[in-house]
């Protein structure tokens, strides 16, 4: 079982290295499309918490109940391996959240949405580009003057 998540862990390492964080991240299925992109001012900023999209907490119920039975023998194992994974889930959720931004922006056309990203990089008074791919937000850039 060690050699197992040995295993895994070290193909984790392996396979993360193969690709470069340089720019903004598409979707291997709507990369050739056209985008459209908006420009407007951003009028309000304010920090949220995104919460866990459920990848976390699959993970940490994963690893957890793996954990969990590699204690104990019988009943007692059984119940460390539960123990584990409800522990696991509840981490993986925690883990899984990340800090981001609500923003208000007032389009050049004059029409007023809001987008939600991860992250803070953005103040009111910020000229930004949003890059949308349908309805959805592939992208936001800050312009510079």
């Given amino acids: ?82 123990g584990g994974g409800l522990g696991g889930h509840y981490v993986g959720a925690e883990l899984g959240k990340a800090n981001g931004e609500e923003l208000s922006v007032e389009l050049d056309n004059k029409e007023e949405v809001v987008i939600v990203l991860k992250g803070n990089r953005f103040f009111a008074g910020d000229r930004i580009k949003i890059i949308r791919d349908g309805d959805k937000v592939a992208q936001v850039e800050k312009l510079t003057k």
């Fill in 1 to 82: 079982m060690k050699y197992i998540i040995s295993l895994l862990a070290a193909s984790l390492l392996i396979f993360s290295g193969c690709s470069t964080n340089v720019g903004p991240e598409y979707d291997g299925q709507n990369y050739k499309q056209i985008k459209k992109y908006e420009i407007g001012t951003v009028t309000k900023s304010r920090p949220i918490v995104i919460t866990d999209d459920g990848s976390g907490k699959f993970v940490g119920t994963l690893v957890g109940a793996v954990l969990g039975s590699m204690i104990g023998s019988n009943r007692g194992k059984i119940l460390a391996m539960l």
